[in-house]
């Protein structure tokens, strides 16, 4: 697979310099790009190839900050009516210009973010102006939080969260999201699913450090919507996973089953790095009435230290019928992903009831296949 820092290739460098000549007749695409492909260029990894761009163009654009934004508008808007690389992730180059030359001119680079994250999100471009000035960040987001672009309405959530993956965590957000919450509330039944995702994720973070303002949102907004019944669940999904007793009151779980485990089987007992290992058993309701199950996998996986650290991968939640078998399978990949690297050694699996793990089988993982 290429790299991704590639996006920045032959191809985007000669759609953006047109645009640029387009709109800045004068500007110097020759020289812009021997200091962009200067010594170095081909060892730097994706963010330093987007700070690299971003620091560089600075030098090129002629005037004020303010000047230079009506050039970097000026790109949006061709890109918009159809230029090649339509919403490709390369463009953030374009809020990463805003967030490192910027900080001194708040509302102008509001302003353009409101304008850009309509094409490609600003989200983390904003995480400075959070943590420089609060205060006027937020009242925008607000504003935002009512924008007919479902994009900016997007961005009015993902952009406060309080530990967006990636980006810069907001430390008086995790100390208290009180101003997080009038956007939320804005949009806790937003009409685009693009949106309601974010809000979901935006209450996870808030999860992690107040639980109780989550239940807070719970009793205060469960039932109102179908929409917004959906954010609520998927936004406690590290409670649920913690079988918070009182987050699983408010969606009807209960700690205590009469659920009977059998047939619990691992495919292989040994597997290499990169293959696949299957799982499969027997889940019987022995109660004579129906309950709500929470049905998830833990794997516990080995880490370079040589301890385990437990994932849960959820399988269902439904309700079981008394006396009904349930049979289920799953394959876990152990394929080296960005996001997870795996460790020879010796894991285990175990299947959770409703917060319960109750019943766990080890298995082996070896070095990687040679290639062949």
């Not at 985007?12 to 010594?39: C, G, M, V, W, Y």
């Not at 180059?93 to 910027?102: A, K, R, S």
């Not at 696949?276 to 049905?295: C, E, M, P, Y």
Request: charged share 25%; hydrophobic share 40%.
């Amino acid at each position: 697979m290429e790299p991704l820092k590639n996006i920045y290739n032959r191809q985007f460098f000669e759609t953006f310099t047109r645009i640029l000549k387009s709109i800045f007749p004068s500007f110097q695409d020759k020289n812009f790009l021997a200091a962009i492909h200067t010594t170095g260029w081909q060892q730097m990894e994706l963010k330093q190839r987007i700070r690299h761009i971003s620091m560089t163009l600075g030098k090129f654009l002629p005037g004020t900050y303010k000047n230079q934004l009506k050039i970097i508008a000026g790109i949006v808007t061709q890109l918009q009516k159809g230029e090649e690389h339509p919403n490709s992730f390369a463009w953030i180059c374009l809020p990463d210009f805003i967030e490192i030359h910027g900080l001194a001119e708040v509302e102008l680079s509001l302003d353009a973010m409101e304008k850009l994250t309509a094409f490609i999100s600003c989200e983390f471009a904003v995480r400075p102006f959070l943590l420089a000035d609060p205060e006027t960040v937020m009242k925008r987001m607000l504003i935002w939080s009512k924008h007919p672009n479902e994009n900016v309405r997007r961005f009015a959530s993902e952009g406060c969260r309080p530990r967006l993956p990636w980006g810069k965590a907001i430390p008086a957000f995790k100390l208290n999201p009180a101003p997080i919450l009038p956007v939320l509330e804005n949009l806790k039944d937003d009409p685009s699913e693009f949106v309601r995702k974010s809000v979901a994720n935006n209450i996870n973070d808030i999860a992690k450090d107040h639980p109780g303002i989550v239940l807070d949102l719970i009793k205060k907004w469960k039932g109102r919507s179908k929409n917004t019944d959906w954010i609520l669940k998927h936004g406690s999904r590290t409670l649920l996973r913690k079988a918070d007793p009182a987050i699983y009151k408010q969606f009807g779980l209960s700690a205590a089953h009469s659920c009977e485990l059998s047939a619990f089987k691992l495919g292989k007992k040994e597997i290499k790095i990169g293959d696949t290992i299957s799982v499969a058993f027997v889940l019987t309701n022995k109660s004579v009435t129906r309950q709500l199950v929470r049905l998830e996998l833990a794997v516990h996986y080995m880490k370079s230290s040589g301890t385990t650290t437990r994932k849960l991968f959820k399988l269902s939640e439904k309700m079981f019928s008394p006396g009904l078998q349930n049979h289920f399978t799953r394959n876990i990949n152990f394929k080296d992903l960005t996001t997870r690297t795996h460790y020879v050694g010796r894991h285990a699996i175990g299947v959770v009831v409703n917060g319960r793990e109750m019943a766990t089988k080890h298995f082996n993982v070896t070095n990687k296949a040679a290639l062949v």
